[in-house]
């Protein structure tokens, strides 16, 4: 489908694969790695609305705060995931404009400062689940911590414990009519990084960051909507969407339907945190859209232009 709307959510893997030291060189290269097959994209016609995870580097933003609360005051997360963003959305900006301006196609990249609204009500703030951050391994520095800062820490299996914050449902994106400007304007958006800036709105209209991370993936829904897209791209490091992921009955999935995916997801086949917001987010994105036949795929990065043209990956219709 040329010419098409397009919301892209890059995973985290993208940006520093497991195993990647995370230097500020190395995350820029592995972006502009992305932001070449992003452009490729772009120079088949579609209209692109970038946005990204931001796993790795807000969790090394909250263990820098850790080390350093003596000497300067910790950052709350919202300010930790407006920071990721930043640096994120600036790397991404400088890679994919010369990527673009190097094809003889100068388009401006403008990277959004950009925040979600979330309830204040929302059951997620009373049961934290998000595990943020570093690990730790003994059960009473876990112990010293929680008493010093209120967190909530909870144990994740073998590896030890982390702090665990709200992930609320994204409800509206804030930042709507600058997106509109921007892409009236001819230039392609960066918005959403890290799933958003995560707000609240008081009864008088005012509103406040809180202490909580979206999800990228689900938070990429009502941006998508927003923004009128005819697609949702998931981009991750695998090929796609599996059942029985990891056994020796697994199956790659080419095409489903809405429904499909939420009868297999009700049977586990989905782990939560990696893939199951990214279903649920294609579910969701096809399910709510009002434009004419809109797809959502999950794929691999590397595959973007297949992905998009729907031969690689795992598409999603309505159904
Ligand atoms: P990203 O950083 O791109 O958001 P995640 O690590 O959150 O990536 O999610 C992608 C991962 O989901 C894959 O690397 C894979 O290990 C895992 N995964 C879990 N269940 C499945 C499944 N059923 N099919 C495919 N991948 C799965
Ligand atoms: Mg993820």
């Not at 999800?215 to 791209?233: C, N, S």
């Not at 992921?245 to 095409?255: A, I, K, Q, V």
């Not at 995916?261 to 649920?280: C, I, N, T, W, Y």
């Amino acid at each position: 489908m040329s010419g098409a709307r397009v919301v892209i959510a890059l995973g985290g893997n993208a940006i520093a694969p497991a195993g990647s030291g995370g230097t500020a060189d190395e995350q820029t290269r592995n972006i502009t790695a992305a932001m070449r097959l992003v452009a490729d994209l772009v120079e088949t016609g579609h209209e692109i609305v970038l946005t990204h995870g931001n796993g790795p580097q807000v969790g090394n933003l909250l263990l820098k705060n850790d080390l350093a609360k003596d000497v300067v005051p910790p950052m709350p997360l919202d300010w930790c995931v407006a920071q990721t963003q930043a640096t994120i959305g600036f790397t991404m900006c400088t890679a994919l404009e010369a990527e673009l301006a190097a094809r003889g196609r100068p388009v401006p990249v403008i990277p959004l400062v950009s925040r979600v609204r979330v309830d204040r009500d929302d059951p997620a703030f009373a049961s934290p689940t998000k595990p943020v951050g570093r690990y730790l391994t003994d059960p009473e520095e876990v112990e010293r911590q929680v008493q010093a800062t209120g967190e909530h820490w909870a144990r994740q299996g073998e590896k030890g414990w982390r702090r665990v914050v709200a992930s609320p449902e994204p409800r509206e994106p804030l930042d709507g009519q600058s997106l509109a400007l921007v892409l009236e304007g001819g230039a392609i958006p960066i918005a959403n990084g890290g799933g958003g800036v995560p707000m609240v709105r008081s009864e008088d209209g005012s509103l406040h960051g809180v202490e909580a991370v979206i999800d990228k993936d689900l938070a990429a829904v009502p941006l998508a909507h927003a923004v009128g897209a005819q697609r949702l791209l998931i981009l991750t490091d695998v090929p796609g969407v599996a059942t029985g992921f990891g056994t020796p009955e697994e199956r790659w999935l080419d095409s489903v339907t809405a429904g499909e995916l939420r009868g297999l997801q009700a049977d586990g086949h989905f782990a939560a945190g990696s893939m199951a917001p990214k279903v649920e987010a294609c579910a969701r994105f096809v399910e709510g859209s009002t434009v004419v036949e809109p797809w959502a795929a999950i794929g691999d990065l590397d595959d973007i232009t297949d992905v998009a043209a729907g031969s690689s990956g795992t598409q999603v219709e309505r159904g």
